[in-house]
T-cell receptor, first 113, second 114 residues
């Protein structure tokens, strides 16, 4: 069975600084998708970034980028130039071939003004 | 992006009553939708996979008689919590598959059972 581990329950970063959220996963599949979702207080799940496992190039979306290490089964999220609006719960997620998504326990990110 | 809408966003009911939550794909057809449950300060847990025109597939430990799922059309899946009790109080979220590897989530529904 696939698992997703986020080892940092909470993190804080100064506004305008850079922060990296960690995620590791376990799977025997070779073809899958990885995601980072943001969940603000409204609890709406917002897609931050998506990575296809067969693509070696790391995904990037504006200030958000990932470091995808397939062999190490690691998928970290880097947020550059942190903004107050980035404060939220961040979930790393794995999507298997059956489209079943497995979430990590989440990392609560605080932005310090 | 694709839009998935849930209704109601917040419902309060008395113990023993049944509550229906709807999940609609507004601008695309979804043959497969998923239902999740999220307890406070915890992650989302997949409850069941809803397939249009067939029975839902439930995850281990989820009571299928308690959580009835119906996916009668390509744009609507419903979750009915039957004979709700306070322990069923939770945040319920649905998602719909747009294409392989792409899921969109509804806004979620907060259920409070008194």
């Amino acid at each position: 069975a696939q698992t997703v581990t986020q080892s940092q329950p909470e993190m804080s970063v100064q506004e305008a600084e850079t922060v990296t959220l960690s995620c590791t996963y376990d799977t025997s599949e070779s073809d899958y998708y990885l995601f980072w979702y943001k969940q603000p207080p409204s609890r709406q799940m917002i897609l931050v970034i998506r990575q296809e496992a067969y693509k070696q190039q790391n995904a990037t979306e504006n200030r958000f980028s990932v470091n995808f290490q397939k062999a190490a089964k690691s998928f970290s999220l880097k947020i550059s130039d942190s903004q107050l609006g980035d404060a939220a719960m961040y979930f790393c997620a794995y999507l298997n071939r059956d489209d079943k998504i497995i979430f990590g326990k989440g990392t609560r990110l605080h932005i310090l003004p | 992006g694709a839009v998935v809408s849930q209704h109601p966003s917040w419902v309060i009911c008395k113990s023993g009553t049944s509550v229906k939550i709807e999940c609609r794909s507004l601008d695309f057809q979804a043959t497969t939708m998923f239902w999740y449950r999220q307890f406070p300060k915890q992650s989302l847990m997949l409850m069941a996979t809803s397939n249009e025109g067939s029975k839902a597939t439930y995850e281990q430990g989820v009571e299928k008689d308690k959580f009835l799922i119906n996916h009668a059309s390509l744009t609507l899946s419903t979750l009915t919590v039957t004979s709700a009790h306070p322990e069923d109080s939770s945040f319920y979220i649905c998602s719909a598959r747009v294409q392989p590897g792409e899921l969109f989530f509804g806004e979620g529904s907060r259920l409070t059972v008194l």
